[in-house]
């Protein structure tokens, strides 16, 4: 196969459109200044495609019966159709279901097709002109099942210094040994800060055998939009190198097109509406299996940390001064999820209709969660990047995702950790698990200077209660650190890897798995990252040691929905569908709470001010 140039299609004639070139353009990578010059592979040289090959690959998702797919396409030729077509078969013969216009600014080809009957596997294939097709199989939802398996993957650098040219097969193969369910890439699919279709086009090569078969969860972030790190701010100009101003560096016209690339295959979005430069707003939910699944952007709306927050360190995000106030950083105004996100929720939370567990899925997680960057001397006292900053933010955050019990999931920051965040008290909010990133490009290190409190036996002493650079309460449970020195490509001395979790709807617990490249987990000698496996329970994601319980309730009926009220302010507390007929609700001392009760929402009250301590009953909802 050829490399072909797409600057070269003479596609862009509006000056807004050219400087969408750097997307496409496929030419080498620059040598550094003074590096000896060698001959290499240009991983991301666009290949010139037989017309049959021309779909390079597809994502989907299926929600409320509703199938969204969008197939990417190689560059077409000028005498080329534009008009891409969906089949399924039906008893043996194929079916048209819908067709859809190519978007030739990245050339995607996205479908929508309603009342989709999700109680079917269906075989599909995507058909452009007169030979090309690609096939893939729509899942059925898998209610029927007890155990949901997701495999989360971040950072899929493919620079060859630390091994991100070698191979992706070790994951596509342990995807299809485990036959996991959803796949959820939280971000940095591409690193190629000018050209993401081609790379995105090389992610497609290299996941598209497991992406075509399931429904397939992206979040892009930073170095997908083109940029170091992101603090969106409603899509303002970034003029600040290191983008800590906020905004985004590259053309709207950029990032429009790599989000609809990433995620036009997603469920609707909950508030659609664009944002500055024309950029859209994609949060929403995925119900799949029983499990509702929060997408999140945790970097689109944040404020930028630079003229806002007093400078302590090289860069306006590094705080480099461990003798600073955290307070002082907090600053009026600053702005994580924002409150149109958070108000989503809100709602998310109480909404339990063909759900029985809640999963948040972001960027990255809600603490600063690595105290060494880039090499082994390298301490950060705190780092603006990280969701731990601002502090009120990521306290509105974890107290929204509390309300349903909801696990949080997420990559970024280079290294795998798993921790219990605290907003008033240690372990009173959710568990994160942060994964590995498929080939870590740059090194990061869970190490406090002192030992954590109240740590388990036998536990390192990086585990345990702690504050971290914002002085938020966090409890690390496991850590995958790389090696102080690691050998170049070496994925495992860098600690890349990938995660699985595991969704029991029937004992609602999550197991969480912490595995490193080129290994068979299924194998049992196969060892994953110090600290995992671990297992907790739904009911683990909010539950504060200064709780008590109210008496158990037993219920009429299999699997309600309960929700608790604050008897004094009407506030929920939280809403959540048991797991059979009993319940002993948790609640912090000296506060009632009305209890409400329903088969798919809390509509009825069942009993009024209840407390800790409160005599078990029987309840019945008419």
């Avoid at 592979?41 to 021309?54: D, H, K, Y």
């Amino acid at each position: 196969m050829k490399p072909q140039n797409y600057n070269h299609l003479g596609l862009y004639k509006s000056l807004a459109l050219g400087c969408l070139a750097m997307l496409f353009a496929a030419t080498p990578l620059l040598a550094q200044p003074g590096a000896k010059k060698k001959p290499r592979r240009n991983l991301l040289a666009i290949p010139e495609v037989e017309r049959s090959e021309v779909i390079c690959f597809a994502l989907y998702t299926v929600h409320d019966n509703t199938l969204k797919l969008t197939a990417q396409l190689y560059p077409l030729e000028a005498s080329d159709d534009r008009t891409v077509r969906l089949e399924i078969e039906k008893d043996g013969k194929w079916v048209e279901v819908a067709k859809t216009k190519v978007i030739e600014t990245g050339w995607t080809a996205p479908f929508r097709v309603e009342n989709w009957d999700d109680t079917q596997q269906r075989k599909y294939r995507v058909m452009h002109g007169p030979k090309a097709t690609y096939e893939g199989i729509i899942r059925k939802n898998p209610i029927d099942k007890d155990e949901i398996v997701v495999a989360g993957f971040t950072g899929n650098s493919i620079q060859p210094a630390h091994g991100g040219d070698i191979s992706r097969q070790d994951l596509i193969d342990n995807v299809n040994r485990i036959d996991a369910d959803v796949l959820f890439f939280s971000g940095d699919q591409v690193y190629d800060h000018n050209r993401h279709y081609a790379a995105w086009l090389k992610f497609g090569r290299d996941f598209g055998e497991i992406i075509k078969d399931r429904p397939t969860l992206c979040l892009p972030d930073d170095h997908d939009v083109g940029q170091p790190n992101l603090w969106g701010e409603n899509g303002k100009i970034s003029t600040l190198s290191g983008n800590a101003d906020g905004g985004y560096r590259q053309p709207g016209v950029y990032v429009q097109e790599v989000e609809r690339a990433q995620t036009s295959h997603l469920p609707d979005p909950v508030h659609p509406r664009k944002i500055g430069q024309g950029i859209g707003v994609y949060y929403t939910n995925l119900n799949w299996g029983g499990i509702d699944f929060a997408i999140l952007e945790d970097r689109k709306f944040k404020s930028g940390p630079a003229g806002r927050v007093p400078k302590q360190g090289p860069r306006p995000d590094h705080i480099r001064n461990p003798e600073y106030d955290p307070a002082s950083v907090d600053v009026d105004g600053a702005v994580l999820l924002g409150q149109q996100q958070l108000d989503f929720l809100d709602a998310w939370a109480a909404d339990w209709h063909q759900a029985k567990m809640k999963v948040a899925l972001s960027q990255t997680i809600f603490c600063g969660g690595a105290h060494i960057h880039g090499a082994a001397n390298g301490r950060l006292h705190a780092d603006m990047d990280s969701n731990g900053w601002p502090q009120t933010g990521r306290n509105k955050a974890l107290k929204s995702l509390r309300k349903a019990f909801a696990f949080h999931y997420a990559g970024d920051q280079h290294l795998a950790t798993l921790f219990h965040h605290g907003v008033d008290e240690y372990r009173d909010a959710v568990w994160s698990f942060c994964v590995p990133s498929i080939a870590n490009l740059y090194l990061r290190w869970w190490e406090p200077l002192e030992p954590g409190a109240n740590r388990e036996p036998g536990s390192p002493e990086y585990t345990g209660d702690q504050l971290d650079g914002f002085g938020n309460k966090v409890t690390n449970y496991a850590a995958a650190n790389p090696e102080k020195m690691p050998a170049g490509n070496l994925l495992n001395t860098r600690a890349a890897g990938f995660g699985i979790v595991r969704l029991n709807t029937k004992t609602r617990e999550i197991t969480m798995e912490c595995w490193p490249r080129n290994v068979d987990v299924t194998d049992p000698s196969a060892e994953q990252y110090p600290g995992w496996p671990r297992t907790i329970s739904q009911f683990d994601n909010y539950n504060p040691p200064s709780w008590g319980q109210i008496g158990e309730l037993t219920f009429d009926f299999d699997s309600p929905v309960v929700q608790l009220v604050d008897s004094a302010n009407g506030e929920i507390l939280y809403t959540v569908r048991v797991s059979g007929k009993r319940f002993a609700p948790g609640a912090p001392k000296g506060k009632t709470f009305h209890v409400k009760v329903g088969k798919d929402s809390p509509d009825t009250v069942v009993i009024k001010d209840a407390q800790v301590g409160s005599p078990a009953q029987s309840v019945k909802v008419k």
